[in-house]
């Protein structure tokens, strides 16, 4: 790693993307004074006007900057770390978890609903179908439009009167500036949010021990532990984004004053029908057995029917 040349920083090129990405480059600089450039690669999820769930969703956002890494044309990737898929990359590591942002879903609504205050039949855009589940089994009676686009694509759907709101990630919007739009920042006992929502993960080539042993500086092992256990959790499960998965960990207080991860998970019917949701605990360096215990709990319970898959 030449230390004369700025560091190549692959990144999508969606405002939300550049936004973040933008935002690390200026923590590596400022935390060891490496300059950065920003590359702009586009994903087959950029291009893709498919739902998600139609062309694979795990891995559509990622793939091209990991290839891009492999061939030597970029030094890391910053990833949204909820866009990653569960098994490891041959030849790439996690070289940093910066701290993770606000992981819950927002609900920006028209004249400053909450969701709660949207009337019967109301039309909510979300193509997740972790929210989609989990906004029907409120009982509320709104209608889930499946929906694609960038932030602004997206809230202008509302402003200019085609939906009643949208559900988006708080993180998402904080990071560009947008929390103004939020009407609502929903509840988890409600909505659970999504393994690794609100986290980023900077990625680069295994052989680069200098870079990895810079990226450092910026990992953050308690916001590491937390994802780790809910994605343990949803790599147990065999679940991707198409599946209605939701997980949580967060820091908590053990009875002997030790910090413990406390992880929440849930899987919802799609139609909102039924709903498991279970929890489990323990110290932060078994964040993957808690999330693998948790994971095989919620299947005792009969997660997979509600997966849409055999028992």
Known sequence: ?????????????????????????????????????????????????????QIGGTGV??????DALLAG??????????????????????AAVPPREDPRDALVARDGCTLAELPAGARIGTGAPRRIAQLNALGFGIECVPIRGNVDTRIRKVTDGELDAVVLARAGLARLDRLNAVT???????????????ALALECRVGDADLIELLGVLDDPDTRAAVAAERSLLSALEAGCSAPVAAWAVLAESE?????????????????SDAVRLSASG???????????????????GAALLMGSPA
């Open 283 to 301: 110290p932060l360096h078994e964040a993957d057995a808690i999330g693998r215990r948790l994971a095989a709990d919620l299947l005792d319970a």
């Open 61 to 66: 956002f990622v793939n091209a900057l990991r």
């Open 184 to 198: 609502e920042v929903l509840d988890p006992m409600l909505v659970l949010p999504a393994p690794a929502q609100g």
């Open 1 to 53: 790693m030449n230390p004369s040349r700025p560091l190549r920083l692959g990144t999508r090129a969606s405002a939300l993307a550049m936004a973040q990405s933008g935002q690390v480059a200026a923590a590596v600089t400022d935390k060891t004074g490496r300059a950065v450039e920003l590359v702009e690669i586009t994903t087959y999820g950029d291009v893709s006007r498919e739902a998600l769930t």
């Open 73 to 94: 044309d970029i030094d890391l990737a910053v990833h949204s770390y909820k866009d990653l898929p569960t098994a490891p990359a041959a030849g790439l590591v996690l």
């Open 256 to 272: 002997t004053g030790e910090p413990e991860l406390y992880l929440r998970g849930s899987v919802t019917a799609l139609d909102g």
